[in-house]
């Protein structure tokens, strides 16, 4: 059966709140396909339209000659991204409240805090269970190319994810989907995302 993906376009103006933006330098904007047809239009002079931006990849937002970066949309989980993979300030422009706000750094912190504790568990964990999506959009199957070592690993093939507590005797969750599964906390285990688990491989 083929599925057909229709871009949610959100009808809110997002003027208002880029008039509210104050910040003297170069500015990479970025936003979600929400409200991409939007951004495209923006011209203003040392803003750098960089275009869409997901949670598990921010490239359109990397290797910009910018001084800082404007996120257009609701929410933190973008920006932080942004902030984790440039290591520049990102203002928050919010069209909904019509606010604008700067991303606290220390909501960046907390997250790389989490997968620093979670790589440590992984280090001295013995049983791995590998979450892997079946949507189109978040099915990141990198897992198969991983060498776990001689960690006893099991794959769960899932729509969604829950009930990862009712598995106790996995230790760590290494996460192949979307990367908010990982940061958020929300399922009270162990949970990394494996483009992390790869980065310290890579350290080493």
Not at 20 to 42: A, P, R, S, Y
Not at 64 to 82: C, P, R, W
Not at 148 to 171: H, N, Q, R, T
Request: aromatic share 10%; glycine share 8%.
């Amino acid at each position: 059966m083929k599925t057909v993906y229709i871009p949610a376009k959100s009808e809110v103006d997002i003027a208002p709140v880029l008039e509210k933006v104050d910040f003297k330098g170069k500015l990479g904007v970025v936003t979600t396909v929400q409200h991409l047809d939007e951004v495209n239009k923006i011209k203003k002079e040392g803003w750098v339209v960089a275009g869409q931006v997901l949670g598990c990849n921010v490239k359109n937002a990397l290797d910009l000659d910018v001084d800082a970066y404007l996120y257009v949309g609701s929410g933190k989980f973008h920006a932080i991204q942004v902030a984790r993979k440039t290591g520049k300030r990102v203002f928050l422009a919010n069209p909904f409240t019509n606010s604008v706000t700067e991303l606290d750094m220390k909501d960046v912190e907390k997250i790389e805090k989490r997968i620093k504790g979670a790589y440590l568990k992984y280090l001295h964990s013995k049983k791995v269970g590998v979450l892997v999506s079946v949507k189109k959009w978040q099915n990141y199957m990198q897992g198969k190319d991983f060498d776990f070592g001689d960690k006893e690993v099991y794959y769960f093939l899932c729509d969604s994810v829950s009930g990862l507590e009712d598995f106790s005797d996995i230790e760590v969750w290494v996460n192949t989907a979307c990367p908010r599964l990982a940061y958020e906390g929300e399922f009270g285990v162990c949970v990394l995302n494996l483009e992390d688990l790869k980065s310290f491989a890579t350290v080493k």
